[in-house]
C-alpha cells in the first residue's frame, strides 16, 4: 500500500493549487478516499473526502473553496484549492480512512504567505 501526494508549494494568499495522490496497492475503485492537512503544532485534521460513488463531504474551514474529485482509472485522487488563506498552511496528505486507515504517505507541504 502506498500513497504519494505531489503538487504542494508557496502560494500568495488568495491563489490556487491542485494537489494529487497516487495510490498503488489498494482496490482504489471501491474505497473512499480523503485528504487531511497538519499544520505546525496542531493534529491532523480531516479536510475532505468522497467516496466509491463520488459524494464528497468538507470541513467546514474550506466549504466553497477546495474540491476533492478522483479518477479512477488512474488510482489517483485530487484537491483543488481555490482563495487560498494563511490558514491553510500544511502539510496535506491522503489516505483510506475505512480501508487502510493506517498507511500514511509523506505528504506535500503548502505554505500560503505573501
Known amino acids: 500500500v502506498q500513497f504519494v501526494e505531489s503538487g504542494g508549494g508557496l502560494v500568495q494568499p488568495g491563489g490556487s493549487l491542485r494537489l494529487s495522490c497516487a495510490a498503488s496497492g489498494i482496490t482504489f475503485n471501491i474505497l473512499t478516499m480523503a485528504w487531511y492537512r497538519q499544520a505546525p503544532g496542531k493534529q491532523r485534521e480531516l479536510v475532505a473526502s468522497?467516496?466509491?460513488?463520488?459524494?464528497?463531504n468538507y470541513a467546514d474551514s474550506v466549504k466553497g473553496r477546495f474540491t476533492i474529485s478522483r479518477d479512477n482509472a488512474k488510482n489517483t485522487v485530487y484537491l483543488q484549492m481555490n482563495s487560498l488563506k494563511p490558514d491553510d498552511t500544511a502539510v496535506y496528505y491522503c489516505n483510506a480512512p475505512y480501508g487502510f486507515p493506517g498507511y500514511w504517505g509523506q505528504g506535500t507541504q503548502v505554505t500560503v504567505s505573501s
Open positions: 468522497i467516496s466509491s460513488s463520488s459524494t464528497t
